[in-house]
């Protein structure tokens, strides 16, 4: 945790300060490595906020430990405006309760919200293979079989390892976790049959899905996607969203006219067709939320993960 004094004795930013912002390069920190998604959305924001602010944004991974080491390294920066994070739902609001000794940082005091990116559906899917064909009938062949199904993902702790169990335990089955180190596997072992099911990004499954090499059950949105329905389609489900989001984040007491600049240019940048464009061809979606409504979904989040890792005993592998 950050010291109650260091964070009182940063100073604040001046009026003057505020209006003229920026005036030197502003840094997005992607705590991941380059060339996932994050870090495509990333700079694909830092090109719009180049152009929406006046001044060079640029894009600096710090990569480790789930993303914990980049958020915790925003989080100790100076709230000067000129630091600033690419942020995502596991290092706020799983990590924490995951791997509690290992975050020294709190999502809802050490950051001051600015809008949201993007977001991104997950899916279950299953082997072609597998005897059912729809949501209620998975759930039924789960009930039937009493060492339960598989269903891999990405690892222990992440968004898509928490859809599981909230599918699990909303519907009173049984199912096993296997995590993989390298996700990119688990596609060609769920088609070999080695696996049953598989909780995955939609940007993984959808050629799958198109081309009928794998099964899809469901999605973790309000809609239908990819002729998926949404698990909310179930009454056990009704309401419950679960996304994979991007968020701009500033460290705390960064000055209020500062954020409000950033957040205005990133509505400004979602509302152009172009970004939301560039964000549909890599299968994300803009999600506009401003300063507040990001709190109070960070605030859901927290709430809602430390129930399921509670009641799962998730535990860092």
């Known amino acids: 945790m ?3 004094r260091a964070l009182l004795a940063t100073p604040l930013a001046t009026p003057a300060l505020a209006q003229s912002w920026p005036t030197r390069p502003v840094t997005l920190v992607v705590p991941f490595a380059p060339g996932g998604n994050v870090d495509t959305v990333a700079r694909l924001a830092a090109a719009e906020l180049t152009r929406h602010l006046g001044q060079s944004v640029v894009v600096e991974n710090a990569p480790g430990a789930g993303g914990t080491i980049g958020t915790e390294r925003v989080a100790r920066a100076a709230p000067d405006g000129y630091t600033l994070l690419v942020g995502v739902e596991s290092p706020f609001t799983i990590s924490p309760f995951v791997t509690p000794n290992a975050v020294r940082y709190e999502p809802l005091r050490d950051f001051s919200p600015i809008g949201m990116l993007a977001s991104l559906p997950l899916t279950l899917v299953g082997r072609p293979d597998l005897p059912a064909n729809d949501l209620p009938a998975l ?5 039937a079989r009493p060492d339960g199904l598989t269903f891999a993902t990405s690892g222990t702790g992440t968004s898509l390892h928490l859809w599981g169990e909230i599918i699990a335990r909303g519907a009173g089955v049984k199912l096993e976790h296997v995590p993989y180190r390298i996700a990119a596997q688990i596609p060609s072992d769920l088609i070999a ?5 598989a909780v995955l990004t939609i940007t993984s499954t959808a050629p799958l899905l198109r081309e ?3 099964k899809g059950f469901a999605n973790s949105s309000l809609g239908v996607i990819e002729d998926l329905p949404p698990l909310a389609s ?3 489900f009704a309401g419950v ?4 989001w991007q968020g701009l984040f500033a460290p705390a007491r960064t000055d209020p006219a500062i954020i409000a600049r950033l957040a205005a240019a990133l509505d400004a940048m979602q509302a152009e067709a172009g970004f939301r464009q560039r964000l549909g061809q890599i299968g994300m979606t803009p999600w506009r939320k401003t300063p507040e409504e990001m709190t109070a979904l960070l605030r859901a989040e927290l709430a809602r993960y430390q129930a399921v890792v509670r009641a799962a005993n998730i535990r860092a592998e």
């Open 2 to 4: 950050i010291p109650r």
């Open 212 to 214: 009928g090499r794998i």
């Open 241 to 244: 969203e679960m996304l994979a």
């Open 193 to 197: 049959g080695r696996l049953d099911l």
């Open 234 to 236: 179930l009454p056990a």
């Open 139 to 143: 759930l039924a062949l789960a009930r």
